[in-house]
């Protein structure tokens, strides 16, 4: 008994020592792809936010650890980051992105209806045109 105390307490501390290399390591992937893309990192953390399994490249189970961050592009936002690991490595990276389309009235144009004009007559509701039936 005292043998499955001692391999259950070397798991545990050598699952903690894996988990804190695992969230390094995302750390410093999410500070590094927010400087690469010129965004704030913010809260200087990643938070852990899933456990599960994976296989590497060579078949191997890992254990895969998904952390999330938060990041700014404006200063006056936040935007959510994620880091998923694949043992100590880097398996994805995402950063949220928002794109925000500035509309000039020179760019706007009129909607076109999803239905034809026929010539002057617009189907209404309810009712089809003999083109429609035939179709």
Request: charged letters at 25%; a negative charge.
């Given at each position: 008994m005292e043998l499955g105390l001692i391999g259950f307490f070397a798991a545990?501390?050598?699952?903690?020592?894996?988990?804190?290399?695992?969230?390094?390591?995302?750390?410093?992937?999410?500070?590094?792809?927010c400087r690469e893309e010129g965004v704030q990192?913010?809260?200087d953390t990643v938070a852990f936010a899933k456990l599960g399994f994976g296989r590497d490249?060579?078949?191997?189970l890992k254990l895969r650890r998904t952390y999330r961050f938060e990041f700014s592009d404006t200063g006056d936002n936040r935007l959510k980051g994620m880091v998923v690991m694949l043992g100590r490595k880097v398996e994805t990276l995402d950063l949220e992105r928002r794109y925000i389309e500035v509309m000039t009235p020179e760019v706007i144009r009129p909607q076109i209806p999803a239905w034809r004009w026929e010539g002057s007559r617009r189907p209404h509701h309810g009712h089809h045109s003999r083109d429609e039936e035939e179709s």
């Open positions: 545990l501390v050598w699952f903690w020592v894996d988990s804190m290399a695992a969230r390094e390591a995302a750390e410093v992937a999410g500070k590094r792809a990192f913010l809260d490249g060579w078949g191997h």
